[in-house]
């Protein structure tokens, strides 16, 4: 059975820090792009980072560039989300992506799996 499980999140002031963990399993997790994404009340769910654990490269949303960091860990199975210089805008439920993307000469097909988020709220 897949299971993504995200913890981490709490409540810190602005400019403060917070370390995300998402740790997975059922999955061989090299096969697997792993995303974290967040949703505020009142707005679209965003994607925050992305990491192929195939290749390592990542990704990051404009507004979290140079503030957060995402880094896996494979033997533990476990992606991590370090978030640093924190403010209120950056309040939201963090959300757990796996991806996994096949192609054949036929199709692209996606598969995604997500855990059921974390809390993290930014103070003024």
């Known amino acids: 059975e897949v299971q993504l499980q995200a913890s981490g999140g709490g409540l810190v002031q602005t400019g403060g820090s917070l370390s995300l963990s998402c740790a997975a399993s059922?999955?061989?997790?090299?096969?697997?792009?792993i995303g974290w994404f967040r949703q505020a009340p009142g707005k679209d769910r965003e994607m925050v980072s992305c990491?192929?654990?195939?290749?390592?490269?990542?990704n990051y949303a404009d507004s979290v560039k140079g503030r957060f960091t995402i880094s896996g860990d494979d033997a533990k199975a476990t992606v991590y989300l370090q978030m640093n210089s924190l403010k209120p805008e950056d309040t939201a439920v963090y959300y757990c992506?796996?991806?996994?993307?096949?192609?054949?000469?036929?199709?692209?097909?996606?598969?995604?799996?997500w855990g059921q988020g974390t809390l993290v709220t930014v103070s003024s």
């Open positions: 059922g999955i061989t997790f090299d096969d697997y792009a």
């Open positions: 990491i192929s654990r195939s290749d390592g490269t990542t």
């Open positions: 992506n796996a991806r996994r993307t096949i192609a054949t000469p036929r199709s692209v097909d996606m598969y995604d799996y």
